[in-house]
């Protein structure tokens, strides 16, 4: 559990400071296009450096990469800190380290999840996924909520400190935890290719391969359908009450998250994974779509996006555990850090046609009964907010549809069978077959066994689980191209 607490530390800590900078820079002359501008220095970076994350990420160990992430997000916090106490702390400042805060997440997704494998057994990787999936959203509740104290009570200075201390222990989290088969990829013969040049094999692996294709080009289309419909949630709310009924329908989110991620570390997911996230993703859309569109007020509200998150977790859990163990260990940073890039993509594109489309077409027809609401109008009324609950129905109905597309193809509704794990591929059992290999000097003789049984190592599972992987099986795909997944 060590790298599990160091890393959920850390995601409060940082939710604090995201919080206090919105604030801040509100403050500083209440224009909504500040606060947009700084969620755009976090997000670019994360969606563009992803692939050439995922690449350096393979070429170094899993530990160092790791450490790498912490170490960036404590020295740029570290620097805050020291020109907050110097008195020479600017608000164009705080864009400058949100952006490269958000190249460190760029590194810290593809290095956490490639490194998972190397924590807990190949069986365990639902529920270790889950509990970071769980983690997350516990930083969205608890972050918020401790910057809004520290601001209060003691200033920015204060709370950038927290932070500071939660990096710290993320770090001493990573040295401490042992990572069995934890080495860089092997380099291909003949010289090695730039590092520019690897970062797109992630995408490439992806759709060279038939069920990891259909899969994430399904799940590409389900995440802009779910994130068109989640940007339509506070100015809905917020038409239709106030700001507290706004906060008490974000929290449910947050405790949606952490309860998905509670029950799939206590269950562990399906054993028919494609099948199983399929049906998730229709549970997803009638409850956090349609449902929400046919909700009256707060608690329908509430409801509604609770069941979502919940379901979100547990889906994004899954499709996290199919990289984990489809995808050989030595192409999983690029792997990753191409599911990264397809995931963040998406967030702009869907948030830049709600608003309009809200504003300038579903709006307008509600309150007059025109174009599509002359079918929708007795469904939804022709009150404010009526527009945009037209809008979750049809994206619930598209994401619903997409779903069913997903359970028709049997390359995603029986991926296990079509695409056998890697260590299943090589014969192997993916458990203990090299018992004490682990202990030399971090090589094992099958190529990558983070499937061992780590009878010592097990308290230091920070939630992450492991498959195995030999190089037979590495260079036997790696001839048919590489192969990637992406996440919801």
Request: charged share 15%; glycine share 14%; hydrophobic share 50%.
């Amino acid at each position: 559990m060590l790298v599990w607490s160091g890393q959920a530390v850390s995601l409060v800590g940082s939710a604090a400071v995201r919080f206090a900078f919105v604030v801040d820079v509100w403050s500083t002359g209440e224009r909504a296009s500040a606060v947009t501008a700084l969620s755009l220095c976090a997000l670019l970076p994360q969606a563009l450096l992803s692939p050439l994350a995922g690449a350096i990420v393979d070429r170094m160990r899993k530990r160092s990469a790791l450490q790498l992430a912490d170490a960036g997000g404590f020295l740029v916090v570290g620097c805050l800190a020291l020109l907050h106490y110097l008195g020479l702390l600017h608000s164009w400042q705080i864009y400058v380290a949100t952006a490269l805060l958000g190249a460190c997440a760029a590194f810290q997704f593809p290095a956490l999840s490639s490194a998972v494998p190397l924590l807990v057994r190949k069986d365990q990787l639902g529920r270790a996924n889950g509990l970071l999936g769980g983690a997350k959203s516990a930083a969205s509740i608890g972050g918020p909520a401790l910057g809004g104290i520290m601001l209060t009570v003691f200033g920015i200075g204060p709370t950038l400190l927290v932070d500071l201390v939660s990096y710290a222990l993320a770090l001493i989290g990573v040295r401490l935890v042992r990572l069995t088969g934890d080495r860089p990829a092997p380099p291909s013969s003949g010289p090695r290719r730039r590092i520019t040049a690897e970062s797109g094999e992630g995408l490439r692996y992806l759709f060279r391969t038939p069920g990891l294709r259909d899969l994430i080009i399904n799940f590409c289309v389900v995440n802009l359908v779910m994130v068109f419909g989640f940007a339509l949630i506070q100015p809905m709310v917020l038409l239709r009450a106030d700001s507290a009924a706004l906060a008490t329908v974000n929290t449910a989110i947050g405790v949606g998250g952490v309860a998905g991620g509670l029950l799939m570390a206590a269950w562990g997911g399906p054993r028919d994974r494609g099948r199983g996230m399929m049906l998730g993703v229709i549970g997803m859309c009638l409850s956090a779509l349609v449902g929400m569109a046919f909700a009256g007020g707060v608690v329908g509200w509430s409801a509604a996006v609770l069941v979502g998150a919940l379901l979100m977790t547990l889906v994004n859990s899954q499709m996290n555990a199919i990289v984990q163990a489809k995808v050989p260990l030595e192409w999983q940073g690029r792997v990753f850090g191409a599911v990264m890039f397809l995931g963040y993509i998406s967030v702009p594109l869907a948030t830049a046609l709600s608003g309009p489309l809200a504003d300038h077409v579903f709006e307008p027809q509600a309150a007059h009964g025109t174009g599509l609401f002359a079918v929708l109008g007795p469904l939804f009324g022709d009150r404010p907010g009526s527009g945009m609950a037209g809008m979750f129905f049809l994206a619930g109905l598209a994401g619903i549809g997409v779903s069913l597309w997903g359970l028709a193809s049997r390359n995603i509704r029986e991926i296990d069978l079509v695409m056998p794990d890697v260590v299943d591929a090589e014969g192997t059992d993916g458990a203990d077959s090299t018992d004490g290999t682990d202990s030399t000097d971090g090589t094992d003789s099958t190529d990558g066994t983070d499937g061992t049984d780590r009878a010592d190592s097990t308290d230091s599972t920070d939630g992450a689980e492991g498959t195995d992987r030999t190089d037979d099986a590495y260079d036997a795909q790696e001839h048919e191209g590489a192969r990637d997944e992406v996440r919801a």
